[in-house]
């Protein structure tokens, strides 16, 4: 059966997905340069996107409401405004962390720890057990 043709968007999903990958990794080890990279790019994109709307005379309340919209049928509004974090921890009726005593971020630690353990504990069940399985299916064929 022959090879599917990508569709463009997907090469170019591809090429950028790798692309990242690799500037990723070489920024991440000069973070002053991968800072000012960033900000340059972020301040551009914005400049970019006001001088569009100006250009196509976009009036401040339509601009508003056109981005509200998006932002909302996006699911973005409430996670960058807010953050997921503030929401759950208000859901949960959480303490900020600035809020949070010493002690209170000690045991959440402690907790943390307890549960990667068991996790490890659970994880070595598993390969223990699929172990077994592979062993009881070589045996029986």
Do not use: C
Request: proline share 1%; net charge negative; hydrophobic share 45%.
């Amino acid at each position: 059966m022959p090879q599917e043709k990508k569709s463009i968007f997907a090469r170019l999903d591809h090429f950028f997905d790798r692309f990242e990958d690799h500037s990723r990794a070489f920024l991440s080890r000069h973070v002053i340069i991968y800072s000012l990279v960033g900000g340059v790019a972020i301040v551009l994109f914005w400049r970019g996107v006001w001088m569009l709307a100006d250009e196509v005379g976009l009036s401040s309340i339509s601009s508003i409401i056109i981005s509200v919209v998006i932002l909302l049928a996006t699911g973005l509004f409430v996670s960058f405004f807010v953050g997921d974090r503030i929401v759950l921890s208000g859901l949960r009726r959480e303490k900020k962390v600035i809020d949070k005593t010493e002690e209170e971020l000690k045991a959440e630690s402690v907790t943390l720890v307890e549960v990667k353990d068991e996790l490890k504990k659970i994880e070595k069940e598993i390969e223990h057990l699929d172990g077994n399985h592979h062993e009881s299916h070589h045996s029986s064929t």
